[in-house]
C-alpha cells in the first residue's frame, strides 16, 4: 500500500508548477519591497516631468 503511494506520480507536476509559482511569486515580494521605495520616486519624478 505505501509503495504503491510513493511510487504514484500523479499530481507530480502541479507541484512542481505550484512551487515554481511560489517561488517567482518570493522573487517578485522581495523584489517590491527591497526596491519600492526607488519605483515610487521615479514614477512621482517622471509624473513631475509632464505637469
Known amino acids: 500500500m ?3 503511494f510513493v511510487l504514484n506520480e500523479r ?3 502541479l507541484v512542481e ?5 511560489m ?3 518570493l522573487v ?3 523584489g517590491l ?3 519600492g521605495g526607488n519605483v515610487a520616486a521615479f514614477f512621482s ?3 513631475n516631468l509632464f505637469q
Open 2 to 4: 505505501m509503495k504503491s
Open 11 to 13: 499530481g507530480q507536476g
Open 17 to 21: 508548477y505550484g512551487l515554481i509559482l
Open 23 to 25: 517561488l517567482v511569486a
Open 28 to 30: 517578485v515580494i522581495g
Open 33 to 35: 519591497t527591497l526596491l
Open 45 to 47: 519624478n517622471a509624473s
